[in-house]
């Protein structure tokens, strides 16, 4: 079955308290990209990965890295968190750069930073 | 930079009550607009992909157009079931990040 899985679902932490949330999918797809989803605002994008190694900024990236060392994992770190990052967030793999077809989202990761 | 607003931001329909929703967009080049469904608490559902002024898709109740400037997602004779929220996205020709509208929640009472 087609997935994309994302650990932990559900995270409440401190300030200040490095955290990695993993994104992992089984299809072989090239593009990975994370996502962030707060009321009012919609979702946006945070960073985004066209293949291994090559990384790039999306609209709110401040705050965030990420790394592409194996095509199947794209981790969304947070190297001090800060209360502006509650937020729940996504992980999604589009299949080809080519055509777009369909894409796939991860079940969320909802983070609460106190 | 690319902008994507849908509208409205909220829909009750009568079961059986078609309507549509409106993308609007604009975008320096269109690789692909998109449409998805979210249930809360919930990750995007992928709907459609629409390539070219004057495509059409359909699945179930939900039929998908678009042009130039809008993109609207028609829902027919809707049930319960299709109570969600609407989401649409473009992709530009010379950038692979994806821009999302704030998204239409459609409410369905039957």
């Known amino acids: 079955e087609a997935q994309v899985t994302q650990n932990p679902r559900y995270l409440i932490t401190v300030t200040g308290k490095k955290l990695t949330v993993t994104c992992s999918q089984n299809?072989?797809?090239?593009?990975m990209s994370w996502y962030r989803q707060d009321p009012g605002l919609g979702l946006r994008q945070i960073y985004y990965?066209?293949?291994?190694?090559?990384?790039d900024k999306g609209d709110v990236p401040e705050g965030y890295k990420v790394s592409r060392k194996e095509k199947r994992n794209f981790p969304l770190i947070l190297e001090s968190p800060s209360p502006n990052q509650t937020s729940l967030y996504f992980c999604?793999?589009?299949?080809?750069?080519?055509?777009?077809?369909?894409?796939?989202f991860g079940p969320g990761t909802r983070l609460t930073v106190l | 930079e690319d902008q994507v607003t849908q509208s409205p931001e909220a829909l009750r329909l009568q079961e059986g009550e078609s309507s549509s929703l409106n993308c609007s967009y604009t975008?320096?080049?269109?690789?692909?607009l998109f449409w998805y469904r979210q249930d809360p608490g919930k990750g995007p559902e992928f709907l459609f992909t629409?390539?070219?002024a004057g495509e059409e898709k359909e699945k179930e109740r939900l039929k998908a157009t678009l042009t130039k400037k809008e993109s609207f997602l028609h829902i027919t004779a809707p049930k319960p079931e299709d109570s969600a929220t609407y989401l649409c996205?473009?992709?530009?020709?010379?950038?692979?990040?994806?821009?999302f509208g704030a998204g239409t929640t459609v409410t369905v009472r039957a």
């Open positions: 975008v320096s080049g269109l690789r692909g």
């Open positions: 990965s066209m293949n291994v190694e090559v990384t």
């Open positions: 999604a793999t589009i299949s080809s750069m080519g055509e777009v077809n369909e894409q796939f």
């Open positions: 629409l390539y070219s």
């Open positions: 299809m072989n797809h090239e593009y």
């Open positions: 996205a473009v992709q530009a020709t010379d950038d692979y990040k994806l821009s």
